[in-house]
């Protein structure tokens, strides 16, 4: 069956603009998280949907970043006036019920902020 | 504040070695612990995840184990071939979040 996709693939921005993430989890997959990779290190715990409870937010780094996620299909993570920092690989994932479940991971989109 | 440390971060060996990569995590409060393989501009694909009620996992040649009380796991990989080349992380599952290692980065020639 079909996997976790995201898009773009690749996202060029200039300083400042803002930008969009999207993510399709697995179709019946209730929970939902974002993650970031910057280069070089670890991956990082952004956010975490779980059906219809308030998102946990904890590992958002600054309030230039949002998520927002529609019933339990598609989110959307948006950067407001990124900065270079932002550069990084986002990585989206989702489960079946959150935790216990194994998590499956979208191809991820590579962003560029220059 | 859960840590998770990978020992080797980078190996390379020739084809047909066994191998074990460690992976070591400060609180022992999780829920589970999950190990992925990343190839170069790809995303992650799970290999084995280890409920924290269970000691190994097992999955063709490769085997997982985990002893929670000490904070540790280790992946085995039996046989290794050039395929295996990728990075690999081990991730822990605790308040509805993965924390990740930092990977271990492997080469295998042949």
């Known amino acids: 069956g079909a996997g976790v996709s995201q898009s773009p693939s690749n996202k060029v921005t200039e300083k400042g603009k803002d930008v969009e993430l999207r993510c399709d989890p697995i179709?019946?997959?209730?929970?939902l998280y974002w993650y970031r990779q910057r280069l070089g290190q670890g991956l990082e715990f952004l956010i975490y949907?779980?059906?219809?409870?308030?998102?946990?937010k904890s590992g958002l780094p600054s309030d230039r970043f949002s998520a927002e996620r529609t019933g339990e299909s598609v989110s959307t993570l948006t950067i407001q006036r990124t900065q270079q920092e932002d550069s990084a690989v986002y990585l989206c994932?989702?489960?079946?019920?959150?935790?216990?479940?194994?998590?499956?991971f979208g191809p991820g989109t590579r962003l560029t902020v220059t | 504040k859960q840590e998770v440390t990978q020992i080797p971060a980078a190996l390379s060996v020739p084809e047909g070695e066994n191998l074990v990569l460690n992976c070591s995590f400060t609180?022992?409060?999780?829920?589970?612990l999950q190990w992925f393989r990343q190839d170069p501009g790809k995303g992650l694909t799970s290999l084995l995840l280890?409920?924290?009620?269970?000691r190994e996992q097992t999955s063709g040649r490769l085997n997982a184990s985990l002893d929670k009380s000490s904070g540790r796991s280790t992946l085995y990989i039996a046989a290794s071939q050039p395929g295996d080349s990728a990075t690999y992380l081990c991730a822990v599952e605790n308040t509805d979040k993965l924390i990740f290692g930092t990977g271990t980065r492997l080469q295998v020639f042949p």
């Open positions: 609180d022992s409060a999780i829920y589970n």
């Open positions: 994932a989702s489960s079946s019920s959150g935790r216990l479940y194994e998590q499956y």
């Open positions: 179709s019946g997959h209730t929970a």
């Open positions: 280890i409920q924290s009620s269970q």
């Open positions: 949907f779980q059906g219809n409870s308030a998102p946990d």
